[in-house]
């Protein structure tokens, strides 16, 4: 069985905050204003694989109100869903995002993100794929007010005779 998600996310720039995307810290004279470490790649990506499995969304199972989860390093929230998931018996056949920013420049970071992604997926490199354009100076984003990611996920469970669990 083969199941995809979809996954949105954004979040606004902020002075004195990081610039955490995909797992990996981007120097840039602005941050992302967040509760967690604001990482809106890592957020549409959680979306993503819990929309696949229909287990509802990155608020449900970690919720801003809860101080548990203030600064919290993304990274951490997205292998407790892998782990979930795989315990549900799913696996990531591959992930694809799309980030939207006016700045920082994002490329020379494309394969750091891809290969700290691939690492918390448990997934070889060559199924995670990120891309980054800007929005052409239009809109919130195109303002320079924040930056917004698309994701999905496609997840497959074992052959037939090991149904996957409900997540
Ligand atoms: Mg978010």
Redesign the pocket.
Known sequence: MIRTGIGY???RFAEGRRFVLGGVEIPSDVGLL?H?D???LI??LIDALLGAVAAGD?GQHFPDSDPTWKDADSRKLLATVVSELEAGRWRVVNVDATVVAERPKLAPFIVRMRESLATILHVEVSRVSVKAKTNEGMDAVGHREGIAVWAVATVESPPEGNAPQDF
């Open positions: 996310d954004s979040h967040g967690s604001a990482d809106a957020h549409a990155i």
